[in-house]
């Protein structure tokens, strides 16, 4: 809830001259007592002009849901404070996004590894097959698809450099 301590209005620097608009600013407040918003002038606040010719300003203490502040504004600006809105969140609500959280860091996880690894096998393929600077681009370039590439690549390559694969044919 938000209620106004106190509040006054009058010229700049000369507490004297300066009014109590404190009910003033009570009957402003919204209806449920949530909310401010009051241009800062003798209209405003509700009382002929306490020091004509001279610049005012409206210093307000108010009290937040237990939390004290203070402001002070000057003519022709726009006082406003509000009580913080929560948004009600339901439990299946609550435990959709937790649920949406956990995949989609464990996904981000998995293209990790998945293009940390896809480096990995290019730089080790490449040091048998061609320039281990050219896969590594490959695989920077492209991690999916060279990922499977490469693997493919190294399946076939060990397939065919495997004396046990290649023993039982000679």
């Given at each position: 809830?938000?209620?106004?301590?106190?509040?006054?209005?009058?010229?700049?620097?000369?507490?004297?001259?300066k009014?109590?608009?404190?009910?003033?600013?009570?009957?402003?407040r919204?209806?449920?007592?949530?909310?401010?918003?009051?241009?800062?002038?003798?209209?405003?606040m509700?009382?002929?002009?306490?020091?004509?010719?001279?610049?005012?300003?409206?210093?307000?203490?108010?009290?937040?849901?237990?939390n004290e502040?203070s402001?002070?504004v000057?003519?022709?600006?726009?006082?406003?404070?509000a009580?913080p809105?929560?948004?009600?969140?339901?439990?299946?609500?609550?435990?959709?996004?937790l649920?949406?959280?956990i995949?989609?860091?464990?996904?981000?996880?998995?293209?990790?590894?998945?293009?940390?690894?896809?480096?990995?096998?290019?730089?080790?393929?490449?040091?048998?097959?061609?320039?281990?600077?050219?896969?590594?681009?490959?695989?920077?370039?492209?991690?999916?698809?060279?990922?499977w590439?490469?693997?493919?690549?190294?399946?076939?390559?060990r397939?065919?450099?495997?004396?046990?694969?290649?023993?039982?044919?000679?």
């Open positions: 809830m938000l209620d106004i301590i106190s509040a006054k209005y009058g010229a700049v620097g000369v507490e004297k001259d009014v109590d608009v404190t009910d003033n600013l009570q009957r402003v919204s209806p449920d007592k949530q909310s401010i918003s009051v241009v800062v002038g003798p209209t405003g509700g009382v002929k002009d306490p020091s004509a010719g001279n610049p005012k300003e409206l210093t307000v203490k108010y009290n937040i849901n237990g502040s402001e002070t000057k003519d022709g600006f726009t006082f406003a404070a009580v809105q929560k948004v009600p969140q339901s439990y299946g609500a609550f435990t959709a996004s649920y949406a959280s995949w989609s860091n464990m996904a981000g996880a998995i293209v990790l590894f998945l293009s940390v690894f896809s480096i990995g096998l290019a730089f080790g393929l490449g040091v048998y097959v061609g320039n281990p600077i050219v896969w590594l681009i490959v695989a920077i370039l492209f991690p999916y698809g060279s990922f590439l490469i693997l493919g690549i190294v399946v076939i390559m397939m065919f450099s495997s004396e046990d694969i290649i023993k039982p044919f000679f």
